[in-house]
Every structure is written in structure tokens, then in C-alpha cells.
């Protein structure tokens, strides 16, 4: 009985060694729909499990703080659309671009209508590094000035091969990219958003330009 008990044990140690217990990948983050204040328009993301309670804290106030200022906002537009007679629109929206490989990244965006012919769009990038616990921006990615002209240049032949999306006349010290340059991670690289007029006319809307890595790395 004893040695039917030793050989037990030592089959259950081999069966461990050859066939070990495989590592559990990591879940995505959880966004969720928020409404400031219960107002529909206001719009906006909060995360569940995005590593640690503190991490996740910080990304949560990041979006509070956006909320907050686009209500003030909002609640500026609706003043002015009464005291100068037009009908005032403001509604924010959020889009999740990427939440894979311990990376978050979420699009924000405000349009906006004071009068006149149209609204306006404004994007803005909220990027994480969930394994360092920090948000990223374009400058954490293209740390260098050579990194930044060969993105720049990237861009600017993207632009002119595409004169009926773009700027035709448009000049490579015309694109500008800086630590508020909206992006977003992808599987290859990242994606560049451009704010309308930026880069193109208004029609033309937001651009967004994906950048293999392997122009900056």
C-alpha cells in the first residue's frame, strides 16, 4: 500500500513537469457608458479591472475631468445660443481603438454647433500603458527629433499621394506633431488622428493615418 502511495505522488510530480499549468491570459479592460449627470449628451467612459484599483482610479478621474470641463462647456453654449439667437449642440462620444496586449486606447470627442454653417469636431487621445501604470503620449513614443521627421515625412507622402482628401498645397512643416497630437495604439504601430483643418478641409473630417512602427523604430 505504501509503494502504491510513493508511486502515485511520483506519477502526479511527472504529470506536472510534462504537462505544466498553462499561464492565463490577461482579460481586457471593461469600458462602460457613463451619462453626466444623466444628461445623454454627455457621454462618456468608465473602466473596470485595468490592473490595479489605483490605475484603474487614475484613468476613471482622467475621463471625470474631460466630462467636466465638456459640461461647462456645454452649459457656456447653451448661454450663448440665447443671448445671440441659434440654436446651441454639444454632445461628447468616446470610441475604445485598442484594448489588447496590457494597452488601452480611447478616443474622446466634442462636437460642438455655435451658429454658422456647421459644427466642429475635437478630438482628444487618452492612451495607457497598463504594465508601467501610466498614460502615454505621442512624445513617449517618438522620443527624438529623428523620430518625429520621419513620422512627419510619413505623413506629408501619405498627404500628397491623396490630394482629394488633403491639402493640396500643403507643406510638411504644416504637420505638426506634439505630446497633444491625438493617437492610438494598433496592432503594427499607432494611428495619428488629425483635428478637422489640420491637415485636410473640413469635409474631409478627422484623419486618422496609421503608422507602421517600423518608420520610428
Do not use: C, W
Not at 494597452?103 to 500603458?129: P, Q, R, W
Not at 501610466?134 to 506629408?156: M, N
Not at 493640396?168 to 506634439?178: F, G, V
Not at 493617437?183 to 486618422?208: C, H, K, M, R, W
Request: no cysteine.
Amino acid at each position: 500500500m505504501k509503494k502504491a502511495i510513493i508511486l502515485f505522488v511520483f506519477l502526479l510530480a511527472f504529470s506536472t513537469l510534462t504537462h505544466p499549468v498553462q499561464a492565463q491570459p490577461k482579460k481586457n479592460v471593461i469600458v462602460e457608458t457613463e451619462y453626466y449627470d444623466g444628461i445623454e449628451e454627455l457621454k462618456y467612459p468608465q473602466v473596470k479591472h485595468a490592473g490595479t484599483p489605483k490605475l484603474t482610479r487614475m484613468i476613471n478621474k482622467d475621463f471625470k475631468t474631460y466630462i467636466e470641463k465638456a459640461a461647462a462647456a456645454r452649459q457656456e453654449n447653451i448661454e450663448a445660443g440665447k443671448k445671440y439667437n441659434y440654436d446651441p449642440d454639444f454632445q461628447t462620444d468616446f470610441e475604445v481603438k485598442y484594448n489588447t496586449d496590457r494597452k488601452l486606447s480611447i478616443l474622446m470627442s466634442s462636437y460642438i454647433f455655435t451658429g454658422g454653417a456647421h459644427g466642429s469636431t475635437a478630438v482628444e487621445s487618452y492612451n495607457y500603458d497598463l504594465k508601467e501604470k501610466k498614460r502615454v503620449y505621442l512624445t513617449d513614443i517618438l522620443q527624438t527629433p529623428s523620430q518625429l521627421k520621419k513620422v512627419q515625412h510619413y505623413v506629408f507622402t501619405y498627404a500628397k499621394a491623396r490630394p482629394e482628401i488633403f491639402y493640396p498645397d500643403l507643406k510638411k512643416e504644416d504637420i505638426h506633431l506634439n505630446e497633444n497630437t491625438a493617437f492610438f495604439f494598433t496592432d503594427e504601430g499607432i494611428a495619428l488622428v488629425f483635428q478637422q483643418y489640420d491637415i485636410a478641409p473640413y469635409v474631409s473630417g478627422n484623419q486618422v493615418i496609421k503608422i507602421p512602427k517600423k518608420i520610428y523604430s
